[in-house]
C-alpha cells in the first residue's frame, strides 16, 4: 500500500473515531502530542490530542447511534517524504468542517500531528 492511499486509510480511521464518539480511535490515529486548533461558534478552540479525545467521547449517543449523515470527502493530499498535508470536508455534530490535518511518518505509522478547523456552515 502507498504512502497516499495509508493516509487515506488513517483519515477515514480519525473520522470513524468522531463518527462512533471513540476516544481510542482517536488516540490511536492521533500523535500523543497533537495539537487541535479552531474557531467554533466564534470561539477558539486550542486542544490537546487527549482533551480532543475526551471531547468526541462525551459525544453520547454517538453520531453513528444518532443516524447522522456521513460526509466525508478528502479534497487533497499532497504527500512531502514523511509529512503530509489533507484537506478533509466533513460533517460533524450537525455542522460542515474544512479541516486541515498535518500527518507525519514515524517508524511507518502515518499519524496526525495538527489538525486546523474551520466551520464552514451550521
Not at 4 to 13: A, L, N, P, T
Not at 31 to 42: F, I
Not at 48 to 63: C, G, I, M, R, T
Request: hydrophobic fraction near 40%; include cysteine; charge should be negative.
Amino acid at each position: 500500500m502507498d504512502d497516499e492511499k495509508k493516509i487515506e486509510v488513517g483519515v477515514q480511521h480519525y473520522f470513524d473515531g468522531m463518527h462512533e464518539s471513540s476516544s481510542e480511535k482517536i488516540l490511536q490515529i492521533f500523535h500523543h502530542e497533537a495539537r487541535v486548533a479552531g474557531y467554533l461558534h466564534g470561539d477558539l478552540m486550542l486542544m490537546s490530542a487527549s482533551d480532543f479525545a475526551s471531547f468526541v467521547e462525551s459525544q453520547q449517543p454517538s453520531p453513528k447511534k444518532n443516524g447522522d449523515e456521513i460526509i466525508l470527502e478528502i479534497l487533497s493530499c499532497e504527500v512531502a517524504g514523511k509529512t503530509a498535508c489533507v484537506k478533509v470536508r466533513d460533517k460533524y455534530l450537525g455542522s460542515i468542517f474544512l479541516d486541515t490535518l498535518s500527518f507525519i511518518n514515524i517508524d511507518g505509522e502515518w499519524q496526525i500531528y495538527n489538525k486546523l478547523f474551520h466551520v464552514e456552515s451550521d
